[in-house]
C-alpha cells in the first residue's frame, strides 16, 4: 500500500491499539445499566432468536410436546391451561408450539431481507457519497424511483405473479427497503469523508478500496447497525401484513400473520389473535428499542428523532 | 423560490419515466402474459386463437415499441381494463379514490390533532411522568401492527359491546351520519399508528427549539408560557413534522390497504387486495402507476412546502 511505504516504520513510537476497556461481559452489564429499556428490547430478541434456532433444530415438539400441525378436534378453542401454556386454535393444534414455530418464519425473513436491503444500500450508499459528482446525481435519480415504488402494493403484484415462497418475500422486501436506508448510508459517507483523516490519506496517496476499507467503513458500521435493527422489525412487519392479507407462506408451516388472519373468523376466541398479534408486537418493538438504544449511544446527535 | 419549483419539476420528469419503465417490465417479465391468462380462463389451450389475441393486443411487437405504445396509452389517460370485469381501470377506480382519500384524510386529521399536542406536552414536561408516559405509549403504537389493533377493536367490540362494523358502505352524499361511523373506527385505528412518528418528533424538536436564545428573548420580554409555547416554539418546531406527514404518504396507503380490507370499506386499498388474488394485472400495474405517482408528488409538495416554511433551506 502507498501510504505504508511513505510512513518511516522503524524507531516509531509503537502506537497502542485502541480496545475498549473490560472484557464482552462488561460491556454487557455497561449497556444494561444505561439503557435498561434497549436491554429488555436485546433480552426479547435473544428469546425470539433462540425459538427460531430451536425450531430449526427441530426442537420445539419435545420442548412444548406438539408439533406445529398436531391436531386434536377434541381439544378446540382452549384456554390457556397446563398442558397448553397458550390454549388452542380452531382444530386443536397447540398454540405455544405454533408460534415457536411462526418466530422461524418471522426471524429467518427479516434477517435475510435486512440483510440484502443492508447490502444494497451499501453499495449505493457508498458509491453514490463518496465518488460524489454525476455519479451521485444519477444515483440518487435511480433511488428517488426505489423510494416511490409502493412496498404494500409492489410486493402483492410480485406475490401474484411470482407466487409466495421465502425466497421472493426476502428478495422483494430486501430490495424494497435498500433505497431508504442507502439515503441514511449516502449522508453518513458525506461527512465522513469531510474529515481530515480522510484527506490526509488521499495526500499519501491512498488507493480508494483503501480509504473506503479503512477509513469510512469502520466509522458508519454504526449506522449500519442502528438501521438494520429498525429495517428487521419493519421486514418482519411486512411479512406478516402479507400473511395477514393471506399473501404470506402457505400453509401449513405457521406464520404469525396467517395465525392473525385465521383468527378473524373466531371473534369469540380471543385468545387466537391475542398470542400471535403479542408475538409479533413484542418482536417489532424489541428490535425498534434495540435500534434506539444503539443510536443513542453511538450516535447521540440524532437521539430521539424518527 | 420559483426557479426551484421548475427545477425540482423537471427532476420529476426522469423519475417517473424510471417508474414506468419499471412498473411496464414487471408485467412483461412475467412467465405467462395477458392472453395466457385470458385463455387460461376460459380453460382451452388454443395456439392459433393465442397468436391472434397477441397480434391482436400488439404482444408481437418488440419490447421497446410495446413500452412507447403503452406510455402513450397512460398519458391519454387509458391505463388499461381489468381482466376480471373487462371494464377499464379509470372507470373501476372512479368510485373507490374518493373513499380511500377520505380515509386518509380522517386518519391523518386524528393523527396531527393527537401526536402534535402529545408531542409538545412531552417536551414541555421533560423527564417527568407525563413524558415517559408518552414516549412510551409512542414507540408502542410505531411497534403495533394496524391490522392486530384493528383485530382486537373487533374482538372486543362483538364481545363487551356487541359491536360490529357496518357491513354496508354509504357515500357522504347519500348519508354523511353513516359514512363517518364506518370510517370514524379504521381511520381512528390507522392515525394512533401513524401519531407516534409525530409524537416522537416534535418532542425533540419542541426541546431542541425551547433552547434556543429567542425563546429565552421571548421568556424575558414577559410572554405568557402559553404565547411562548404557541406562537414562538411550536411554529419552528413543526416544520419538521411536517416533512414527516408527507413522508408518512406511504405509510398511509398500506395502512389503507389493510384497514379497508378488514373493515370491508370499498376504496382502492380493499381493491388492490382483490385484483392480487385474482391476478389481475392491469389493475395492480396501473394502481402501482398511480400510487408511485401520488407518493412522487407529495415528496415534492413536501419539500416545497419546507424550503417555504424555512427560508434558511437554499433552495439548490
Known amino acids: 500500500m502507498a501510504s505504508e511505504a511513505v510512513l518511516p516504520r522503524a524507531g516509531a513510537p509503537e502506537l497502542e491499539r485502541y480496545r475498549p476497556r473490560g472484557g464482552f461481559l462488561r460491556g454487557v452489564r455497561n449497556f444494561i445499566t444505561r439503557k435498561p429499556l434497549g436491554a429488555v428490547g436485546a433480552f426479547i430478541i435473544l428469546v425470539m432468536v433462540s425459538a427460531a434456532v430451536i425450531t430449526f433444530l427441530g426442537f420445539t415438539d419435545d420442548l412444548t410436546g406438539y408439533r406445529y400441525d398436531d391436531q386434536v378436534l377434541a381439544d378446540r378453542f382452549q384456554g390457556p391451561s397446563r398442558d397448553h401454556l397458550l390454549g388452542t386454535d380452531f382444530v386443536g393444534r397447540d398454540t405455544l408450539s405454533r408460534i415457536l414455530y411462526g418466530s422461524r418464519v418471522s426471524i429467518t425473513i427479516g434477517f435475510l431481507a435486512v440483510a440484502i436491503t443492508q447490502g444494497l444500500a451499501l453499495i449505493i450508499g457508498i458509491v453514490s457519497g463518496y465518488y460524489g459528482g454525476k455519479v451521485d446525481a444519477v444515483m440518487q435519480r435511480v433511488v428517488d424511483i426505489g423510494q416511490a415504488m409502493p412496498g404494500l402494493v409492489a410486493l402483492l403484484f410480485v406475490i401474484s405473479v411470482f407466487g409466495s415462497s421465502e425466497a421472493v418475500l426476502i428478495v422483494t422486501i430486501g430490495l424494497l427497503g435498500a433505497w431508504g436506508s442507502s439515503r441514511v448510508i449516502r449522508g453518513t459517507v458525506i461527512t465522513v469523508r469531510q474529515n481530515q483523516y480522510v484527506e490526509a490519506a488521499v495526500m499519501l496517496g491512498a488507493s480508494d478500496v483503501r480509504i473506503l476499507t479503512r477509513h469510512i467503513l469502520p466509522n458508519i458500521v454504526h449506522i449500519i447497525l442502528i438501521t438494520a435493527s429498525v429495517g428487521i422489525g419493519g421486514a418482519i412487519l411486512v411479512e406478516s401484513t402479507l400473511a395477514f392479507l393471506g399473501f404470506g407462506l402457505p400453509p401449513p408451516f405457521p406464520t404469525w400473520g396467517r395465525m392473525l388472519n385465521n383468527s378473524r373468523e373466531y371473534v369469540t376466541h380471543p385468545w387466537l389473535a391475542i398470542w400471535p398479534g403479542l408475538a409479533l408486537t413484542l418482536t417489532v418493538f424489541a428490535f425498534n428499542i434495540v435500534g434506539d438504544a444503539l443510536r443513542d449511544i453511538w450516535d447521540p446527535r440524532l437521539r430521539g428523532s424518527r | 423560490m420559483q426557479k426551484y419549483v421548475a427545477r425540482r419539476l423537471l427532476l420529476m420528469i426522469p423519475t417517473l419515466l424510471g417508474i414506468t419503465i419499471i412498473v411496464f417490465m414487471m408485467t412483461r417479465l412475467t412467465p405467462q402474459d395477458t392472453v395466457d391468462i385470458l385463455v387460461g380462463e376460459v380453460g382451452y389451450q388454443d395456439l392459433a386463437l393465442k397468436e391472434q389475441l397477441r397480434k391482436e393486443f400488439g404482444l408481437t411487437n418488440s419490447i421497446p415499441k410495446q413500452y412507447v405504445t403503452w406510455l402513450g396509452e397512460i398519458l391519454t389517460g387509458d391505463f388499461g381494463s381489468s381482466l376480471y370485469s373487462g371494464r377499464p381501470v379509470t372507470e373501476e377506480l372512479k368510485n373507490r379514490v374518493p373513499v380511500s382519500v377520505e380515509l386518509g384524510a380522517l386518519a391523518l386529521a386524528f393523527s396531527i390533532s393527537l401526536g402534535i399536542p402529545v408531542g409538545i406536552l412531552s417536551a414541555v414536561y421533560q423527564d417527568k411522568w407525563i413524558d415517559y408516559a408518552t414516549r412510551g405509549v409512542s414507540v408502542l403504537l410505531l411497534a403495533i401492527p394496524s391490522f392486530w389493533l384493528a383485530l382486537i377493536v373487533l374482538v372486543v367490540g362483538s364481545r363487551q359491546f356487541s359491536w360490529a362494523p357496518p357491513s354496508k358502505y354509504f357515500t357522504p352524499w347519500q348519508n354523511l351520519g353513516e359514512n363517518i361511523y364506518i370510517l370514524l373506527v379504521p381511520a381512528i385505528i390507522l392515525g394512533l399508528g401513524l401519531s407516534g412518528t409525530k409524537m416522537r418528533l416534535m418532542r425533540t424538536q419542541m426541546l ?100 417555504y416554511l424555512d427560508p434558511r433551506v437554499k433552495y439548490s
Do not use: M
Not at chain 2, 226 to 241: F, G, M, Q, T, Y
Open chain 2, 208 to 307: 431542541e427549539v425551547l433552547r434556543q436564545d429567542y425563546i429565552r428573548t421571548a421568556r424575558a420580554k414577559g410572554l405568557t408560557e402559553l404565547s411562548v409555547l404557541v406562537r414562538h416554539a411550536s411554529k419552528n418546531a413543526l416544520i419538521p413534522v411536517v416533512t414527516i406527514i408527507g413522508l408518512q404518504v406511504t405509510v398511509l396507503i398500506a395502512g389503507s390497504v389493510i384497514l379497508e380490507t378488514i373493515f370491508l370499506i370499498p376504496g382502492v386499498g380493499q381493491y388492490v387486495v382483490n385484483a392480487a388474488q385474482r391476478r389481475d394485472y392491469p389493475i395492480i400495474q396501473s394502481l402501482t402507476l398511480i400510487i408511485a405517482t401520488v407518493i412522487v408528488v407529495s415528496n415534492l409538495l413536501v419539500d416545497i412546502s419546507y424550503a
